[in-house]
Nanobody, 114 residues
Framework: VQLQACGGGLVQAGGSLRLSCITS????????MYWYRQAPGKQRDLVAG???????NYADSVKGRFTISRDNAKSSVYLQMNSLKPEDTAVYYC?????????WGQGTLVTVSS
């Protein structure tokens, strides 16, 4: 499985970005999908997840500002990020999980200026 993330960029505080992650293969619908982020000098942390059944979860730091969604027909997962803060600056990664198999995409950089 290959994952391709895109949509990062430079945005001012308070702005919005929408990240996309498209996966290869034709069994996307059964994967649980996640977005992680890693700020410089910090560990990679979970931002949001959406299961194959559509159940979502979010890190406390992004609740109410970020929304994860998926489009199984397009084999894609999205992260809508609103009210961005400078502390949201990080490289964002998408991840697919199926049982014990984990797959990572390359990161996309999000920079939020104050």
């Amino acid at each position: 499985v290959q994952l391709q993330a895109c949509g990062g960029g430079l945005v001012q505080a308070g702005g919005s970005l929408r990240l996309s992650c498209i996966t290869s293969g034709n069994i996307f619908s059964i994967y649980d999908m996640y977005w992680y982020r890693q700020a410089p000098g910090k560990q990679r942390d979970l931002v949001a997840g959406i299961t194959s059944t559509g159940r979502t979860n979010y890190a406390d730091s992004v609740k109410g500002r970020f929304t994860i969604s998926r489009d199984n027909a397009k084999s894609s997962v999205y992260l809508q990020m609103n009210s961005l803060k400078p502390e949201d600056t990080a490289v964002y990664y998408c991840k697919a999980i199926l049982g014990v198999r984990h797959y990572w995409g390359q990161g996309t950089l999000v920079t939020v200026s104050s």
